[in-house]
């Protein structure tokens, strides 16, 4: 189509004046006889009275001179308006009317005289006829203009203006395909101290049980026996099941067991027990009394795990943290014990018992910088850590003072003591005291010499201090000889939080108390069903058990599966734990079950 000198393509017109406009040229041309082009000075002036939304010339009949030309500053910039190819637009003028009317597109006349059929042009052709007719010296040539053509084409801009933005079929099919559903989660062998549960559903039917509910669900767990929860629940309150499934889940064991006293958590617990009565701190008797007991508390957790009637158990003292778990577990063969944090002096007293041990994440850092380097520099490496450790076995015989001999002044420098010395070459595991790369972990036949170690070892318990006196918090989810049945606490709670369009309310369940790896599984796995597939957990961890997510599978397979059915767990959560460890040393932080499928943040 053809276009007005000085308009900008990028301007767009809005779509009600050009709809005004388009009904008013219509208008006029019936009135003017009905014929699509316009042939005399006169037709041309009285459309030239509708001003042109273009900022071009200005052809008005009271202005003297044709108009002033307006200077239009988009003259530069490129239409973005998705249109087809460009076609070349040729205008003639009217002493060239007698071989063509006044329009050919594309070599090819539009009107041809009078045999040609009455139509109506689009508006924007009338006005460019009407321009040139107005003129006082019209051109004898024709003028090349380059036009987007979709850009004045009436019926198809109305269309494409009405049109709505709509998503394509392949589109909306590409956005309706949902992600795999992932309907696990990795198991976290840290200890919990809180968990908070939210959702749209509320949850008070989890925190009022009856009476015949409670006791149900303290005999399932004591008997080990799970009862199946309806995969879609309407109304929790009406589902006994779930209600004597939740009592179920709250239960562990733990020993010793002091009413006015919370033993767990123990490291940098001082303050807790700060003003509390313990009649055991000056009475040497009592303490020892409260030894033997859990001496053989821990002594009957062992056996049970032995016999993979207890899946694992938690050792909780106040200066570390023990995790020993069954054969099978986390994919390990054999029964392994992790112990964390540690100092050289405990890991010394470990290897005077003949307890052999791994430091994992060192080892696993040790190996990422053997894959980095090449087989020629292992090779020259190989070579220079053996001259080296010839080298450092003669400094161990003398000291590191040969050269003083050699140069005949042994006598006039002072030495340093043996003491000072051997500290400094321990510095490095020196490094390592009290901090998460100091785990170490025992596995096999270890793990019995592992037990009496912590029984006959002296600084189990403090000496001073608020806990002076008190054996270690032994936590395990099966019953054992000396433990106490143990309840975690739930509420539930309503609160309201603020959205875009106001304030929406939310229901929260709050559990605390020492919770272990199946309490976690268990709850999720129940609040699954119970809240229809969508809500969110924040996990709050006990920092110092952070580790025990430490890979520590061998590459050495069992022949077989070990079977793990008479440890009074969970089938699916028996599955959960015999999987390795994908963690490392960083626990769940966040837990989201959204449409029943998990996320989760670490």
């Known amino acids: 189509m053809s276009q007005q000198a000085g308009y900008s393509p990028s301007f767009k017109r809005p779509v009600e004046i050009l709809r005004m406009r388009r009904k008013r040229a219509r208008s006029e041309g019936v009135s003017s006889g009905g014929r699509g082009a316009i042939s005399s000075p006169c037709e041309g002036a009285s459309i030239s009275a509708v001003r042109p939304f273009s900022p071009g010339p200005l052809f008005g009949q009271g202005r003297s001179g044709g108009g002033v030309k307006r200077r239009n500053p988009f003259a530069s910039i490129d239409n973005t308006f998705s249109s087809p190819a460009k076609k070349k637009v040729f205008i003639y003028t009217d002493d060239d009317a007698d071989s063509s009317d006044s329009v050919k597109l594309g070599g090819s006349a539009g009107v041809e005289g009078e045999k040609s059929t009455t139509r109506t042009l689009p508006f924007s052709e009338r006005l460019l006829q009407a321009e040139e007719l107005s003129k006082d010296a019209p051109s004898k040539k024709p003028t090349s203009l380059s036009e987007d053509d979709s850009l004045f084409e009436d019926e198809d801009l109305f269309q494409e203006e009405r049109t709505p933005i709509l998503k394509s079929p392949q589109a909306g099919a590409v956005t309706s395909i949902a992600p795999p559903a992932c309907v696990e989660y990795p198991a976290d062998w840290s200890l919990k101290t809180r968990l908070l549960f939210t959702s749209l559903l509320p949850f008070s039917w989890a925190v009022q049980p009856r009476a015949t509910e409670e006791a149900q669900g303290l005999t399932q767990h004591c008997r080990g026996q799970y009862t199946t929860i309806p995969q879609s629940i309407q109304d929790p309150w009406t589902s006994a099941e779930l209600r004597c499934g939740f009592q179920q889940c709250l239960q562990f064991w733990q020993h010793p067991s002091l009413s006015w006293l919370s033993l767990f958590p123990r490291i940098g617990a001082e303050r807790s027990f700060t003003g509390k009565n313990v009649p055991w701190a000056q009475d040497m008797a009592l303490q020892q009394s409260l030894m033997s007991e859990w001496s053989v508390s821990l002594s009957s957790l062992y056996s049970l795990l032995k016999a993979r009637l207890c899946p694992y158990f938690y050792v909780c003292s106040y200066q570390f943290t023990a995790l020993f778990r069954a054969s099978g577990l986390a994919g390990n063969s054999n029964i392994t014990a992790l112990l964390t944090p540690t100092t050289r002096g405990l890991r010394e007293a470990m290897k005077a018992e003949g307890i052999e041990f791994t430091l994992p994440l060192l080892e696993e850092r040790r190996k990422s910088k053997e894959q980095g380097s090449t087989a020629h520099n292992q090779e020259t490496d190989g070579e220079e850590e053996e001259t080296q450790s010839e080298a450092s076995d003669k400094e161990d015989d003398d000291g590191g003072f040969s050269w003083l001999t050699e140069m005949g002044v042994q006598d006039k420098i002072k030495k340093p003591d043996n003491i000072s010395i051997k500290l400094h070459k321990e510095r490095n595991s020196v490094c390592l005291d009290h901090k998460p790369e100091s785990v170490v972990c025992v596995s096999g036949t270890h793990t019995f010499t592992f037990i009496n170690f912590l029984i006959n070892c002296k600084s189990l318990v403090a000496g001073a201090g608020s806990q002076a006196g008190l054996p270690p918090t032994l936590l395990a989810p099966t019953a054992f000889r000396g433990a106490t049945l143990h309840s975690l606490k739930a509420r539930s709670v309503n609160v309201k939080t603020q959205v875009r369009a106001g304030y929406q309310d939310v229901c929260s369940l709050e559990v605390t108390g020492p919770i272990m790896p199946h309490s976690l599984h268990a709850l999720t796995s129940l609040l699954r069903p119970a ?64 449409n029943y499928s998990y996320t989760w943040k670490s």
């Open 531 to 594: 809240q229809r597939g969508g809500f969110s957990t924040a996990l709050y961890t006990h920092e110092p058990t952070a580790v025990l997510n430490t890979h520590t599978t061998t590459r050495e397979q069992a022949e077989q599966a070990v079977e793990l059915d008479g440890c009074g767990l969970h089938p699916s959560t028996i599955q959960q734990l015999q999987e390795p460890s994908t963690l490392g040393r960083s626990p769940l932080r966040q837990l989201h079950l959204n």
